[in-house]
């Protein structure tokens, strides 16, 4: 690995003292063991007396916390008719096909429910657009069901305001005047045909708007000139050899990122199998994005350098009728050129900005390199992101002429920035409906607000590209079945019809989709219908295409402002769900809250950087803010060093400063959408001409997941020179893996020969020996397997406080380190939890055996031993040990002495209230397979051991062997690029096996390795060396 | 942890005829067929350990 240097943090990079003397701790914070002794029994240290004296203390405390009343629990018993095959059976999951959609896209899923409650999605294995992995938002999806700030907790007078609302429509049309129903995409042939019902009900005034918070309708308009009709195509990575991405996040927000994703993975892991092939992936954007990570080359560049960009590159790869413009300083194009010309039929560019003239001068790149028919499919298009932002601008500007208007399910006056321009208006008009689950920000200006339901109690169908039908189908009773109604069966209502949603979307199948009752229950079982009608592609006009195109450059003066979605929070949607704002930026590490990121280049021209100024997302320490105006705009944010944004340019996250949305969400970050403006009829998520002030007295702090998780090296430790993490990351590029398989891990066999050990034998593993696989070069940092392990293990959502004070209870992170030049490092991300060693340091040192290993090779917890010394966490060396500080899911209704516990977000819980998960709706959402831990013990990964018992069972039961494949651990479900793979090392068939030892049976010395292997601790956990499709060499040495 | 443990570390599996303990666990068939071992205890595949079955 050479000298390459490599960095987690801004600490990190400049080896402060600080950073140093923390590395070498488990926790951030110092134990307060010896305050709490201070307080108690006035002692100086802690000595084997005073632990005593504490032991009593506890011993009396436990006792206070016995005498408290006992929680009332409620016993219901179970029915279960052997006869019904179809009844529920208690302890057994039962499985729905579905459809999960949100702003990035739709997945197919399939629903885990016990005892009829949802509590887990998982991939649908048939799915007709996902296959395989979710988004970490799907994943939290199933926590919005339990919400309990959503409405119908009161039962309604359904016909008296469907009387009014009715009235109300009649007379707008009978006076001619007009309605508008205003929704986000839909997606929804369903819900479609219940607008076109309520249209031609009211056939002069009634009209549907849509629009996207975050649009993309310049690709629509720049194809409708460049085909003729306005569509999205499909875009298949899976088929494309060179990608290059223009400020396009396709692997992480842009237009359906779990499908691309999924395609993306299939390119990006050479082996022997596929001739060590690799496709290569350039990547142009303003701000550092998961795409950007994982691609082979990247380039900062800032937003009002993407048209020039684009005609550079058109020029560049022999595209004719453009004149040229001069080339950006610092961004050389020559190679992504050269490649894109020798990939011609086998390369894809994509562009993320909602312009028209970039989307146009994509689209001629595209044609020139023939990727129309081979990497895009124009004939089955897209039915993503259907908002018209014409179409909405011009509503906004006509909104005094509008009587009516019926939202639907969208909060224009949040997710827009025209909240100002709703407000005025909807207090003018005759009729306001808002179909929300929640008086958000636009509905509490509406005279009616009608509550609707969660997609896990709904029925629908999608059609997210043409032809592929995905049904939504009901896992569970509506929670408040007599507050709420199906959005469909509102307006059907209001058309005078009756249908409920279940018959109108059986109809609707039965008519449109499948033949006959079986074809319906076929559809519902596999998730979906595809009737692709295999459409011939539209012809490409270059000459309108480029007719629109001009060459002039547009002007930007000072500061370039970037607005983008973060994986997590999104549009900001669903941003009162917890588990979104606990899980941290892929990047940027950061929870709850959004901020203004800044260059390095930027940091130290103001005076932040460097050794003897240090500052930066620090341990328990607190950042400066930046008042940042610009649009007329001015907003306070906090201030943090982002490596890889481009120079002058700084970037704010959308979908934050909700102020209705409920507890989670409020008063989390600030709302930047009132920066969003408009460029020729298209919305514009830049700006140019900012003014930033920064206030370096101010100490914001933020809950960053990171530096306390730095892994222990020798470095750290006094004296040692430092080694630069060559054993925890590895990486090579293509050309050296193309000469030899150990490219990258050559010092593998050396490590492997020293055996030193201060422990005795290794157990030997007679029956199962688990080991997990994790692909450093399929893993895109993506994040989904984070949230899906906290749904699947019940681990607790802390709130900031908690996160800040390092607290955060993941039992998986994925670390993420920058490497080479400050200015645009290269990243690498590595999915890091409990490595199961065979060696544990962390068991030997537990004074109660409360964490052992198994006989199957597992390293495993009894929560009820551990007596919460924190020894284990202590002695990890990969710090994935989690301590349960305070009780924060009502294990044992200590609740009373979480005195001084912080809401989720910053504020104080107001008196009275308490954790959301100390609620009984939200505790539906708790997996009853996994204890929920309570305050003063560890946890930590257990490898889903409760996954690895069920298989077991059912195949004893079935009386057949274990099979590779049976276990399928949570995070392992929920990747979408497969990059982890679980399974018995003990079964030589199996792919973990077959992954750590060769045909011989001897360990593998090509791409297999072990982080911190050399310390003997026998991890079962495997990584595969990260192969960068690169020319230059690596390890080149830190600049 | 009488009643539990105590039945796993004196009842014995159903080794033998089943196929899931065919290819697995080949110590003790080489056991049991050498006679050293009249049976498997559940306590002897792991069956006291606590996370088998408190995860």
Known sequence: ?1039 | MGWCVNCHRETNIQFKDSKYYENTFDRYHEEIEAQKRNGVTVKDIGGTECQKCHY
């Open chain 1, 1 to 1039: 690995m050479g000298n390459k240097q490599y960095w987690q943090s801004l600490e990190e990079l400049e080896q402060t003292p600080e950073f140093k003397e923390k590395v070498s701790k488990e926790f951030k914070d110092e134990l307060p063991v010896v305050d709490y002794a201070e307080n108690l029994t006035k002692v100086q240290s802690t000595g084997r007396r005073d632990f005593l004296k504490m032991l009593g203390f506890s011993v009396s405390a436990a006792a206070v916390a016995t005498s408290c009343r006992i929680p009332v629990k409620k016993a219901i018993p179970y029915v279960y008719d052997k006869n019904n095959p179809l009844s529920l059976v208690p302890g057994i999951a039962e499985y729905f096909a579905s459809t999960y959609a949100d702003e990035s896209g739709v997945q197919n899923i399939l629903v885990k429910t016990r005892e009829g409650r949802p509590i887990k999605i998982e991939a649908n294995p048939n799915g007709l657009i996902t296959k395989s992995g979710s988004s970490a938002r799907a994943q939290a999806s199933v926590l919005g069901l339990y919400d309990h700030t959503r409405l119908g907790k009161e039962e309604l007078d359904w016909a008296g305001f469907d009387r009014e609302i009715v009235d109300q429509l009649l007379s707008i049309d009978a006076k001619g005047g007009k309605t508008v129903v205003l929704s986000n995409t839909l997606s929804s042939p369903v819900l479609s045909a219940a607008i076109d019902k309520l249209k031609s009900k009211y056939s002069s005034s009634v009209e549907h708007v849509s629009y996207d918070a975050v649009s993309l309708s310049a690709v629509r308009k720049a194809n409708e000139i460049s085909f003729g009709n306005a569509i999205i195509p499909s875009y298949n990575f899976d088929k494309a050899d060179v990608i290059v991405g223009v400020s396009c996040d396709f692997l992480g927000t842009w237009l359906s990122p779990v499908e691309f994703s999924i395609q993306y993975g299939q390119t990006r892991v050479p082996s022997e199998k596929n001739g060590k092939h690799m496709s290569r992936h350039y990547q142009f954007q303003s701000n550092n994005t998961i795409t950007g990570s994982a691609a082979d080359y990247s380039y900062p560049v800032k937003p009002s350098q993407e048209k020039q960009l684009l005609i550079n590159l058109y020029n560049a790869i022999g595209g004719h009728g453009l004149g040229s413009v001069a080339s950006i300083e610092g961004v050389d194009i020559s190679q992504a050129a050269k490649d894109l010309k020798n990939a011609k039929g086998k390369a894809l560019v994509v562009c993320g900005t909602n312009d028209i003239e970039c989307q146009l001068l994509t689209n001629a790149i595209n044609d020139v390199l023939g990727s129309y028919g081979a990497t895009i499919d124009t004939g089955t298009p897209s039915n993503l992101k259907q908002g018209d932002d014409e179409a909405f601008l011009n509503l906004v500007n006509s909104l005094g002429d509008v009587n009516g208007l019926i939202l639907l399910g969208c909060n224009p006056a949040y997710n827009t920035p025209y909240a100002a321009e709703f407000e005025a208006a909807m207090r003018n008009m005759d009729l306001t409906v808002a179909l929300s689950d929640r008086v958000d920000e636009t509905a509490k200006f509406a005279s009616y607000v009608v509550p609707g339901r969660h997609y896990l109690e709904s029925w629908n169908i999608l059609e997210p590209k043409e032809g592929k039908f995905c049904v939504v189908q009901p896992t569970i009773n509506p929670i408040f079945e007599g507050g709420t109604r199906p959005y469909v069966e509102s307006l059907l209502t209001w058309c005078g019809d009756k249908t409920k949603e279940y018959d109108f979307v059986k109809d609707y199948s039965k008519t449109n989709l499948v033949s006959g009752e079986k074809g319906w229950i076929d559809a519902l079982k596999a998730g979906g219908v595809d009737k692709n009608a295999e459409n011939t592609g539209l012809s490409f006009d270059l000459s309108s295409t480029l007719s629109k195109v001009s060459t002039s450059l547009p002007s930007s003066s000072g500061i370039e402002v970037v607005l983008y979605e973060s994986i997590g929070v999104g549009d900001g949607s669903q941003a009162n769900n917890p588990f979104v704002q606990e899980f941290p930026d892929p990047i940027s590490r950061l929870t709850w809250d959004n901020y203004l990121a800044i260059s390095y280049e930027m940091a130290e021209a103001n005076g932040f950087a460097g050794r003897k100024r240090i500052w930066t997302n620090n341990n328990n320490s607190t950042v400066p803010t930046a008042t940042i105006n610009v649009g007329g705009k001015s907003i306070i944010l906090p201030v943090l060093i982002q490596f890889g944004l481009a120079a002058n340019t700084v970037a704010i996250a959308l979908g934050y400063g909700r102020s209705a949305a409920g507890r989670a969400a409020e008063g989390v970050g600030q709302d930047v959408y009132p920066l969003v403006n408009s460029l020729n009829n298209s919305f514009k998520y830049s700006l140019d001409g900012a003014d930033v002030s920064f206030n370096m007295g101010a100490k914001y702090p933020l809950g960053i997941m990171q530096v306390y998780g730095t892994l222990m090296e020798e470095y750290a430790l006094p004296g040692k020179t430092p080694k630069y993490r060559s054993a925890i990351v590895k990486e090579t590029n293509l050309k050296s893996y193309k000469k030899s398989s150990k490219a990258g891990n050559e010092d593998r066999e050396g490590v492997l020969h020293h055996k030193y050990t201060p422990y005795g034998e290794v157990q030997d593993f007679q029956g199962h020996h688990w080991g997990m696989g994790v692909d450093l070069n399929s893993c895109i940092g993506c994040g989904a397997c984070v949230v899906a392990c906290n749904i699947e293990n019940n681990i607790p959502i802390v709130g900031k406080t908690e996160v800040f004070r390092g607290h955060d209870m993941h039992w998986m992170r994925i670390d993420r380190y920058y490497s080479g030049d400050r200015n645009n490092p290269a990243v690498s991300f590595q999915p890091m939890m409990c490595q199961h060693c065979d060696n544990a340091p962390c068991e030997n040192v537990c004074p109660v055996n409360a964490t052992n290993h198994s006989n199957e090779g597992l390293n495993q917890m009894a929560y009820n031993r551990c007596i919460g010394t924190r020894y284990c966490a202590n002695n990890c060396p990969y710090k994935v040990r989690r301590f349960n500080w305070l009780d924060y899911q009502a294990a044992d209704m200590f609740g009373k002495f979480n005195d001084n516990r912080k809401g989720w977000g910053s504020k104080k819980l107001p008196e009275g209230q308490t954790d959301y998960m100390y609620e009984d709706l939200t505790r539906m959402v708790l997996n009853p397979d996994v204890t929920v831990r309570s305050r003063g013990v560890i946890e930590k990964c257990s490898f889903c051991v409760q996954r690895i018992q069920e298989s077991k069972l059912v195949a004893k039961n079935e009386n057949r062997p274990l099979k590779d494949g049976d276990i399928k651990v949570a995070c392992q479900t929920s990747c979408p690029t497969n990059a982890i793979s679980f399974g018995d090392l003990n079964d030589e068939h199996s792919e973990i096996y077959n992954l750590f030892y060769d045909a011989k049976g001897s360990e593998r010395l090509d791409r297999n390795y072990h982080v911190l292997e050399e310390q003997h601790f026998l991890p079962s956990v495997g990584y595969q060396v990260k192969i960068r499709n690169i020319e230059e060499n690596v390890a080149k040495d830190f600049a």
